[in-house]
């Protein structure tokens, strides 16, 4: 049995303990109001939104038809064959944009501060893209073989990356993405199908075809005849004779010979002929913006 004088000096002890404790616990509070506080998430725009599918094969409209304005840089994507439609534009209620899914269920998730991120709406679609002959399997045999150009001419569903050029011939559709990191990407003339963004390290020639994404390339971009559901970029470009659903961004002049860019062209001039329309209004009036500001 402990004495009477033990017990009063275990007493100091156990006060300095739980004086300890409530140190720390205070320390803890302070520290979520000073910090925690002030990194909560970021709410979720509150947006309807509405799917409907168009007479185009595989596409579909997503409208925007009521709630805040929708950041497209916020947004992706997923299970579309441009995860980025909605890049450089924003949304408000009545708005629209064309996009072309390639999965059966179509998210869209809006990514905000301090890595928040919720999926605003989910659909369930029914694709109608072609089914396919080869899949990835059938690209990595192409490396392996060391192949100098990836030829395709039947429907591969697969991220095409290679570090040699990339050519689409007659009856080729890539259901995927296009992009050779150290080549040039021909897609030949056929109405050709690109279900995914093109971009190359070099050039990009697209001749009487669709793509389902934005063309980047870091030397000459070529278009003609191609309808391209997405924007446009590299530092020369030249379109001749097609639809543009989205911007145009060089840093030199850009050529439009008899096309239609529904978005905006980011470029220090643009050459006009055969009655371009840029952003629904004449190319011969029209000022193209400052690339910088793309």
Not at 169 to 196: A, H, M
Not at 220 to 244: K, N
Not at 262 to 291: F, L, N, Q
Request: net charge negative; hydrophobic share 40%.
């Amino acid at each position: 049995m402990y004495s009477r004088r033990a017990r009063r000096g275990l007493s100091p002890v156990i006060g300095t303990v739980l004086l300890v404790a409530i140190v720390v616990l205070l320390s803890s509070v302070a520290a979520y109001v000073a910090f925690g506080a002030t990194e909560e998430r970021e709410p979720a725009p509150e947006v309807t939104l509405e799917l409907e599918p168009v007479e185009r094969p595989g596409a579909y409209d997503l409208e925007l038809t009521n709630g805040e304005r929708l950041n497209g840089e916020q947004v992706r994507l997923r299970g579309a064959a441009d995860e980025r439609a909605l890049a450089n534009r924003d949304l408000l209620a009545g708005d629209s944009v064309t996009v072309f899914p390639t999965d059966e269920r179509l998210q869209l998730v809006w990514f905000g501060e301090h890595d928040a991120s919720y999926v605003l709406r989910e659909f369930e679609v029914e694709s109608e893209l072609p089914e396919a002959d080869e899949g990835c399997a059938w690209l990595e045999g192409e490396r392996a073989a060391g192949v100098s150009t990836v030829v395709i001419d039947f429907v591969l569903e697969c991220d095409v990356v290679a570090q040699v050029d990339i050519t689409l011939e007659t009856g080729g559709v890539v259901i995927g993405s296009i992009d050779s990191r150290n080549g040039n990407v021909d897609i030949d003339n056929g109405q050709l199908t690109v279900y995914g963004p093109v971009a190359a390290d070099q050039s990009v020639d697209i001749d009487d075809a669709n793509v389902v994404g934005s063309v980047s390339a870091d030397d000459d971009i070529a278009v003609d005849g191609a309808e391209i559901w997405g924007d446009v970029r590299g530092p020369d470009v030249d379109v001749d004779t097609a639809t543009i659903h989205g911007s145009v961004e060089s840093a030199n002049q850009v050529d439009l010979d008899g096309v239609t860019v529904t978005g905006h062209v980011y470029a220090p001039s643009v050459s006009c002929s055969d009655s371009p329309t840029i952003d629904g209004e004449p190319c011969s009036s029209y000022s193209p913006k400052d690339p910088s500001d793309y």
